[in-house]
Structures are given as C-alpha cells and as structure tokens.
C-alpha cells in the first residue's frame, strides 16, 4: 500500500526528471542535429501525426521572420528533422516531448483562460500564447519553451531553404551527398 508521502515523492521525482530533460533539450548543441538531416523523406520517427502538427505550429511561430520571401516551415524538411533528432536521443531525455507540445496546444486554456487551443489562434494569439510559455513564473514552463525554442531553431536552420534569410551561403566544404 502506498502511502502519500511515496506518492508525493515519485511525482517530486518525475518532475525533476522531467525539468533535467527539458533543461538539456534547451541547451542540445548544434552539432546535434547533423546525425538528424540526412534523409527528409523517412517517415515520422518519434513524433505522431497529431504531434507534428502542434509542433509545425510552434516552429513557425519561433522562426518567423517576417519576410515575404522566407520559406514556409511545412514547405521545409524543419519538423521532419526535429523529429529525426529526437528519435536519435536518449529515450529520458526526449520523453516529456509529446507531453510539452499537448500542454502548448491546451496551453490557451489552462494557463490563460482563452477557450481555443493553440491551433485555433491566430498568428498574434500564438505569438502571445508562446509569450506565456516563455515569461512565466513557473520554471518547467520556461523550460520547456526555451526546449521548443532551440529545437525549432536547430530544425529550421538545419534547412538549405532557411539560409537565404540570413545571407549565409552554406557550408565552406560540402557535406557529403549533396551536390553544390
């Protein structure tokens, strides 16, 4: 029979996991994505559908940059390379991924009393959800924006179609398999 205070404790634990995790995500270094880019056509690996679809929404957010001649991100391989990167990682590490994007597209909701989810808003209402995530009092919450942030920005900037954006004209030395 459980007690409580065992109850308490393993919930004490899962969310110091859980904020480790994300914590990590949030500082995944940029060479990490390379093992992720190779092939933008396979199937999802670690993200379902449904999931993919919030983190779509989320990326675009992050990367928007305003211009009208910037790539949009279901037009790039972003999402399927976060995707690829995560299935890549530590089961630990990525585990309260799925969790976070759910809590992003309920997050209207809960946290700000707005009876739409995520999905539902439009581009300022995202924006100002996102804002949320990112300025809030709770720690696990900025956490897991700053994890969403990096990994959008490591999945956009992953992309050939991204670069033009900021003038970079790629690699010195061509990557391997790919044709300049």
Not at 117 to 146: K, N, Y
């Amino acid at each position: 029979m459980r007690t409580s205070a065992q109850l308490s404790r393993r919930g004490f634990l899962a969310l110091a996991g859980s904020s480790a995790a994300l914590g990590a995500l949030a500082r995944l270094p940029a060479g990490a994505v390379v093992a992720a880019t190779a092939d933008p056509a396979a199937a999802p690996a670690f993200f379902s559908a449904y999931e993919a679809e919030i983190l779509t929404r989320i990326v675009e957010r992050i990367v928007d940059s305003g211009l009208p001649d910037a790539p949009r991100v279901s037009d790039t391989g972003a999402v399927a390379t976060i995707d690829r990167l995560c299935a890549s990682l530590d089961a630990e590490l990525t585990r309260p991924l799925p969790v976070l994007l759910r809590a992003v597209e309920w997050g209207p909701w809960i946290f700000d009393w707005r009876f739409a989810r995520f999905g539902e808003l439009d581009a300022a209402g995202r924006d100002a959800s996102l804002r949320g995530w990112m300025t809030s009092g709770l720690a696990l919450r900025r956490l897991g924006f700053q994890a969403l942030k990096n990994l959008s920005l490591l999945g956009w900037y992953a992309q050939d179609a991204s670069w033009a954006a900021i003038d970079y004209r790629g690699p010195l030395i061509a990557r391997r398999g790919v044709a300049r």
